[in-house]
């Protein structure tokens, strides 16, 4: 049975994204550290603290939280003439013991003016429990104008006034709990749905969109269907039968407006591919996308038919209303994709897909008929003559000619109305599949019009096919060769349809040519959780950025450095776009100017040439508490 597609099922770390979104919420900065590295190297920042303290993230990366809380004289931003030593102490014992801690932090900014931050410390474990990563989470407290307003601040005096300011104090509990949830784990998770959540790649939902499928093909079968024919269905009905086509209608729209409550409780895959769970986030997309359109599409338009109309106008009003059904075939194109996997469900709906196309042709070359047949007999009481359209023609060959009546809106007489289906199929279908049109053929202006306007793909082919064999022919190209281009010709129009991109291109002015053709070049790659880009040793042939997602730097097995959005690598999930290095390289060499500006403004987060020398936390601590006993033992 074809599914849906699955999207990312499989465990994934989200622990980034759901930091980023969590400190959003709180209108936090943070920073991300190594906890297993001595000194503990910054590895992520986000762009509030960026901007927070004026310094590029590639001037934070690398850099140690250890000189932010211990060592003032060797840091670039901070403070630490003017911030408290206790609270440094307890920051240093925190980082060293994995303790979580708050403490209030002066530092400077890149223009020298100084800042007051709130700042908490939250150990990071993975799924072997250990700590792996630092968060620390940084908050406005007070800022000074002028450098000696800084100065003239007595610590105890801040922490006062710290204390006072609830609005900007974080407990240890709110650190934990940010956003009212708790702080995410290092580690990849299985996404969890809640009780009430249907995946969209269950057995029971799979089963649930083929009916809705077969629905909408009969929807779409009969609109068209009971629209072209009502009159010649009014008036072979009689008053008192039970119309089971209105019955059925009714059922159906209740079907589909079950579906749309489904909607609201079934995940969808996200743009980069992840699963998306939350019940706020699957209603806000689906009332932004398919609502409106599903909405629409169910209302029950056949409760106009409950009351008698006169006016055939206004019948006919009450009939196009039900051309708004057809909206529901939004349900099979949201799903395409999903249906084409597979070849026997893509033959299917190719079938489907040329039935219900020439039996909408079918419905459209029966109302030109009739209407035809109308303006005849109209035309008629004035003596005026005009060609028999096909309809008329059909009725004189069965037989069965129609009459005219005294109000002219409804045909009378000529040939049932299955009949009248069959042969607009049969032309239709004549149409869509071979050259010729057999008996049944287009005499009038708009029969003529209607043909035109159905073949005009088609004669476009096969005009072009045909200049090319007389090309061939002309200029006595070798068979093998005439082959060979034959063959290019027909896969070309299979895969452009006959659009030439050159054409386009043409009607467009400069500006605007270059960046679609910088979009047409631009290539996107999608990287699955766990996948590795680039190994240690490997050649550099691609410029990278991050469009969506996050990316780990791993050396020796630790974390050294995290990318996520907007940042440029020479090489977790994530959406990636590539320019070739070769082709860049050209067009620097080609443009000098270009390439003064690009190097000046590519800063890149991390380079992956410069390897990291760094020594673990914990064999630090080990050799140092070594020495220590060491010592004692050699003193005493």
């Not at 009038?444 to 088609?458: A, R």
Request: aromatic content about 12%; overall charge neutral.
């Amino acid at each position: 049975m074809v599914v849906a597609k699955r999207g990312l099922v499989a465990p994934q770390n989200t622990f980034l994204e759901n930091v980023v979104r969590r400190c959003n919420n709180t209108d936090s900065s943070f920073i991300l550290a190594n906890a297993q590295i001595v000194d503990y190297p910054i590895v992520y920042c986000n762009d509030g603290f960026s901007k927070l303290i004026g310094y590029a993230r590639a001037e934070i990366m690398q850099k140690f939280l250890t000189l932010l809380a211990n060592k003032p004289p060797l840091t670039f931003f901070y403070g630490g003439e003017h911030s408290d030593q206790v609270a440094i102490q307890k920051v240093q014992f925190a980082l060293d013991n994995a303790k979580t801690e708050q403490a209030e932090i002066g530092l400077c900014k890149k223009n020298k003016s100084p800042i007051w931050l709130l700042v908490n410390i939250a150990p990071i474990k993975d799924d072997k429990n250990r700590v792996v990563l630092y968060l620390r989470i940084l908050q406005i407290a007070r800022v000074a104008k002028y450098r000696q307003q800084f100065n003239q601040i007595e610590t105890k005096d801040f922490h006062k006034h710290a204390s006072s300011n609830t609005s900007s104090n974080f407990s240890q509990a709110q650190l934990l709990n940010l956003g009212g949830e708790v702080l995410p784990q290092y580690r990849q998770e299985t996404p969890k749905t809640s009780p009430h959540i249907i995946l969209h790649y269950s057995t029971p939902k799979t089963v649930w969109d083929w009916s809705i499928l077969s629905l909408t093909f009969y929807t779409a079968f009969m609109v068209p269907f009971n629209i072209a024919f009502k009159n010649r269905e009014l008036s072979l009905t009689s008053p008192a039968t039970v119309d089971y086509v209105v019955l059925m209608d009714s059922i159906v729209d209740v079907i589909f407006f079950a579906d749309i409550l489904l909607n609201f409780h079934t995940t969808f895959v996200g743009p980069v591919g992840e699963v998306v769970i939350e019940p706020p986030a699957i209603r806000r997309n689906y009332f932004k996308s398919w609502f409106v359109i599903d909405l629409l599409s169910c209302l029950p338009y056949d409760i106009f038919y409950m009351f008698k109309q006169d006016d055939e106008r206004i019948g006919s009003l009450f009939s196009a209303l039900k051309v708004v059904r057809l909206l529901r075939l939004g349900r099979v194109a949201r799903k395409l994709d999903n249906y084409l996997e597979y070849g026997a469900a893509t033959l299917l709906l190719l079938l489907c897909a040329y039935v219900l196309v020439a039996h909408w042709m079918a419905c459209i070359w029966y109302a030109i008929g009739e209407y035809e047949t109308k303006q005849k007999f109209n035309l008629a009481i004035h003596n005026i003559t005009t060609a028999d359209g096909w309809l008329i023609r059909l009725s004189n060959d069965l037989r069965a000619p129609f009459h005219s009546d005294s109000n002219l809106n409804r045909l009378v007489g000529g040939p049932d109305r299955t009949t009248c289906y069959i042969s607009a199929l049969y032309f239709t279908m004549s149409c869509m599949s071979t050259v010729g049109f057999g008996n049944i053929a287009s005499t009038t202006f708009s029969e003529k019009v209607f043909e035109y306007q159905m073949t005009s793909s088609t004669v476009r082919y096969h005009e072009m096919i045909s200049n090319v064999r007389e090309f061939i022919k002309l200029q006595e190209v070798p068979k093998e060769l005439a082959e060979r281009v034959m063959d290019y010709i027909v896969s070309t129009w299979a895969m452009t349809k006959g659009i030439d991109t050159a054409n386009v291109l043409g009607y467009c002015p400069k500006d605007m040519k270059a960046d679609i053709c910088v979009h047409l070049n631009r290539k996107n790659n999608h990287a699955a959780p766990g996948d590795l880009l680039y190994h240690m040793g490997e050649s550099v042939d691609a410029l990278w950025f991050v469009v969506s997602g996050s990316l780990e730097v791993i050396q020796d097995e630790e974390v050294v450095a995290i990318w996520a959005k907007e940042m440029s690598l020479e090489t977790s999930s994530g959406l990636l776009q590539n320019g070739s290095k070769e082709n860049l390289m050209h067009v620097l060499t080609f443009y000098k100017a270009f390439a003064n500006s690009f190097a000046r403004n590519l800063v890149l987060t991390y380079n992956l040439t410069n390897s990291s020398n760094f020594e673990r936390f914990w064999t630090s601590k080990r050799i140092r508490i070594g020495r220590e006993e060491e010592k004692r033992e050699n003193g005493t």
